[in-house]
T-cell receptor
Framework: DTEVTQTPKHLVMGMTNKKSLKCEQH?????MYWYKQKAKKPPELMFV???????INESVPSRFSPECPNSSLLNLHLHALQPEDSALYLC????????????FGPGTRLTVT | AQSVTQLGSHVSVSEGALVLLRCNYS??????LFWYVQYPNQGLQLLLK??????LVKGINGFEAEFKKSETSFHLTKPSAHMSDAAEYFC?????????????FGKGTKLSVKP
């Protein structure tokens, strides 16, 4: 199984809502990533988890809260988002931090109203 | 610091014509280089990667790329474009042996294929 899955595929939320994005992989990878991609732009790294511990936080606002409950699962909790947070959120995984090849999920298209 | 420059934000070719998407990189250490493709409303799919083995790398869907250290380039080519190749293409670099697991992406090139 070389797949990274993400749910939901689409999400519309108001600025006062709390929602979560989910990412799952069963490749035994120990590094997992969240990226944000705005329209017509490349992906931008948000967070990196290594062995279930937060390794990198690219100065992301606290309204985004990542969580890695186990080695296969990565969540992104969303609260009090702004319309400018609307984007495609991509999850990726790699064997470990030293492995350069990352496997990407299909993304969650988030719209904040 | 690493960086990637993709020349041309939009490339348009006719079906059956040669596809050439340009990528130049900057890295202080031997790089790992990647080309990803993104179809509308989808995630990123790895087309091919250079990891310091053969300089000519063959990927999926008939694409290939050549690593040229002297030109710091990793251009993507396909001999004959197909309508299904229309998508956004991203070149990315990662430092070999890096401990950050960080991919640096170029700004992307949108490929259009005319019938």
């Amino acid at each position: 199984d070389t797949e990274v899955t993400q749910t939901p595929k689409h999400l519309v939320m108001g600025m006062t809502n709390k929602k979560s994005l989910k990412c799952e992989q069963h490749m035994g990878h120990r590094a997992m990533y969240w990226y944000k991609q705005k329209a017509k732009k490349p992906p931008e790294l948000m967070f990196v988890y290594s062995y279930e511990k937060l390794s990198i936080n690219e100065s992301v606002p606290s309204r985004f809260s990542p969580e890695c409950p186990n080695s296969s699962l990565l969540n992104l909790h969303l609260h009090a988002l702004q319309p400018e947070d609307s984007a495609l959120y991509l999850c990726a995984s790699s064997q470990d931090l030293g492995a350069v090849e990352q496997y990407f999920g299909p993304g969650t298209r988030l719209t904040v109203t | 610091a690493q960086s990637v420059t993709q020349l041309g934000s939009h490339v348009s070719v006719s079906e059956g014509a040669l596809v050439l998407l340009r990528c130049n990189y900057s890295s202080s250490v031997p790089p790992y280089l990647f080309w990803y493709v993104q179809y509308p409303n989808q995630g990123l799919q790895l087309l091919l990667k250079y990891t310091s083995a053969a300089t000519l790398v063959k990927g999926i869907n008939g694409f290939e790329a050549e690593f040229k250290k002297s030109e710091t380039s990793f251009h993507l080519t396909k001999p004959s474009a197909h309508m299904s190749d229309a998508a956004e293409y991203f070149c990315a670099v990662s430092e070999s042996g890096g401990s950050q697991g960080n991919l640096i992406f170029g700004k992307g090139t949108k490929l259009s294929v005319k019938p």
